[in-house]
């Protein structure tokens, strides 16, 4: 990432110090991209300059006491934190002892100067660190204790100790951490959404799911298959994304949507004071590494507050390029009073493109290469966008789906086969080496969001990864020592979440779900104390009525698919309007 254009001058030179100005770094000269740079990037950069130009309101820097508490409050207390030994759940029982609810911290303890209960030492000690963090927000400047930080790595495939396969995890001291989740992970994300900022295809943002995005592809593919027209779809694999944020990037752009420069420079400062060891089970390593601009350090780091709402604010204004750059798809209802365009829909980092001209296409099909033809250059446009941003696409790991239709003499249609249809190659950044990428069959489901989706709608992939699911767990609950009210956590918090996620974004026959289910409740029940062969009636009735109270997995995927439909309408984003 440190080679991608805001990773390096003239781009890089738009910070704290030139306050985020787009047009002049800090010696007054003037910020000018070179005349063979992608016009991807220039145009990530107009978009920029338009929006600087809306002067959109600024939201407050200022954190009040009540909500670094609730922050504190809210934190999982089994997070690891803090390499200055102040973890986390030191906070937390500060905090139990400054609330006080149960009376037990108002006992006075002798002083040099006068009695004073363990409460209100809670309570200055609090409000003390809170002061100092609030300061720091207001003023543009960290602590120093803030740029310790320990690295730890976790394997991304159990076992698998090789170095890109571990997952690297940065433990941030809490008070820093919760500043910026605050701010830049809450704060900033909702005056994004209240402001409309935020691109409507990115689903990464308060409100949104990452099912939104499996949903939007689900109703993509059933118009082309209803209307027999052909659809484009390429599938981008992001490489590390937290750890290819360019945060000069993602400051430039908090920054003209509102973010308060001193905030701003407040995060900015640390990263790059940041020093940085590696602990491993032998201890912590003696050597450390630090940011310097022959070898950056890029990204938030894993473990940040402010991660996701920085791979959020990114893609936004890639997004917004796209729209100007791409084909993408155009859908319109039959009286021609609604009309449905877009070029991409994500979640985070996870982006699907696609190519669809409705209207033309319901008459005058395009040949093969043509729908290929639109689909790379849409494809070729988001790489080059994304390693504008300081991202990359493992294209060995993209892959594209062809929506092609055959039409007998009698009018029937039938998808034309992946072996038939024309291959696609792209580049990667300004390297120009060209990679061929995956065409999948329009019978072949791959993994979106853990969801299981083919272009042909079939279902048969993602319910075997069901029952493999479904036979992990009967197995599990039959063998081991369960009392009855761990079957029924186990049930309600392993199985039911378990088999229900795909459910907003998959259909199956009550057949399918009932066999499904099976073996699954025969297992609970007998952990339960029942006998496994009760009436459905019994064991699916409700609790009020005499029944066990468990769910049937029919009702269940109804209930998921009425939720995300009606979600969708009720908020009137682009697929509910």
Known sequence: AKDTP????????????????????????????????FIETSMVLDILKEEAQKSHPKWSPQLTFDTFLSGLLHWDERTS???SGRHLRLYKSLVTAHIDSGGDFRTDVPDDDQDTSIQDMASRILHLIHGLASLACLHGFYLDRWSTVVNV??????????????????????????????LFGRRAMHHSVDNHLLHTGQ???????????????????????????????????????????????????????????????????????????????LGLSPGTYTYSDISPIIGPGQGSMGGPAACSTITSPLLSAMDRLAHGLTFTSPDQQVHYATRAK??????????????????????????RDLIQHDAQTWERLLWTSGGLLKLEK????????????????????????????????????TTPIDQYDSTTAHRTLGNWLSSNLQMNTAFEKLESRAGTYTRGIAVGYLTPYDAWVSYFACFLPSMTYTFPVSHHTPAQLDKLQAAPKRATLLKLGYRRNLPDAVV???????????????????????????RHLRSQTDIGS
């Open 153 to 182: 790595m976790i394997y991304k495939k159990p076992g698998v100790l090789e170095l890109d396969k571990l997952r690297v995890i940065h433990l941030f001291e809490v008070d820093f951490n919760l500043i910026v989740g605050l």
């Open 540 to 566: 699916y009735g409700s609790i009020h009525y005499g029944g066990i109270g468990l769910r049937p997995l029919f009702i269940e995927a109804g209930i998921a698919q009425y939720l995300i439909f009606t």
């Open 398 to 433: 993209c892959l594209y789906y062809l929506i092609y239709w055959s039409f007998d003499e009698d009018g029937s249609a039938s998808l034309v086969p992946a072996s038939k249809l024309p291959p696609m190659t792209l580049s990667s950044g300004d390297s120009g080496i």
């Open 81 to 83: 934190t803090s390499p």
């Open 203 to 281: 689903y990464g943002r308060p409100g949104g799911e990452c099912q939104d995005a499996a949903f939007a592809k689900i109703l993509h593919n059933h118009m082309a298959h209803y209307s027999k027209t052909p659809l484009g779809q390429f599938e981008s694999d992001a490489a590390s994304c937290f750890d290819r944020i360019v945060m000069a990037f993602c400051f430039a752009v908090m920054s003209v949507w509102g973010a308060p420069t001193p905030a701003l420079r407040m995060w900015e400062q640390t990263l790059y004071s940041i020093v940085h060891s590696v602990k491993t089970a």
């Open 6 to 37: 805001w990773a390096h001058p003239p781009l890089s030179l738009i910070s704290s110090a030139n306050e985020y100005n787009l047009y002049r770094d800090a010696q007054d000269n003037e910020i000018r991209l070179p005349n063979d740079c």
């Open 346 to 371: 994500m979640f985070i980092d996870d982006n699907t493109n696609y190519s669809n001209d409705f209207q033309r296409w319901l008459t005058q099909p395009p040949t093969p290469e043509h729908l």
